[in-house]
Nanobody
Framework: QVQLVESGGGLVQAGGSLNLSCAVS????????MTWYRQAPGQEREFVAT???????NYGDAVLGRFSISRDNAKNTMYLRMNSLKPEDTALYSC???????????????WGQGTPVTVSA
């Protein structure tokens, strides 16, 4: 069984910063792309950023230049450094990871429960 646990969310004033983490635990053979998504109340889920297992990154337009994604493969953990936060960044931030649990298994998409981020004006 694989578990993803996000942490680091909270309340911050506009212009402030937060650091999110997504830790993957359990038994698996391959941890592939790790991705942050967010969903604000009443809105669709939005892509934030992704990092491949070789470190290549990609960002959504809304966060480009303000957020930075990284991963520590030794710790099976992904991070999101969020700077210059805006009220419109308020959302539930969830991590998604592509994981192969056994050598014969297909790659599966796994989600965490999310960590809430609130940015006050």
């Amino acid at each position: 069984q694989v578990q993803l646990v996000e942490s680091g969310g909270g309340l911050v004033q506009a212009g402030g910063s937060l650091n999110l983490s997504c830790a993957v635990s359990g038994t698996f053979v391959t941890l592939g792309a790790m991705t942050w998504y967010r969903q604000a109340p009443g809105q669709e889920r939005e892509f934030v950023a992704t990092v491949a297992n070789d470190g290549r990154t990609n960002y959504g337009d809304a966060v480009l230049g303000r957020f930075s994604i990284s991963r520590d493969n030794a710790k099976n953990t992904m991070y999101l450094r969020m700077n210059s936060l805006k009220p419109e960044d308020t959302a539930l931030y969830s991590c998604n990871c592509l994981i192969r649990q056994t050598r014969s298994a297909a790659v599966g998409s796994h989600w965490g429960q999310g960590t809430p981020v609130t940015v006050s004006a």
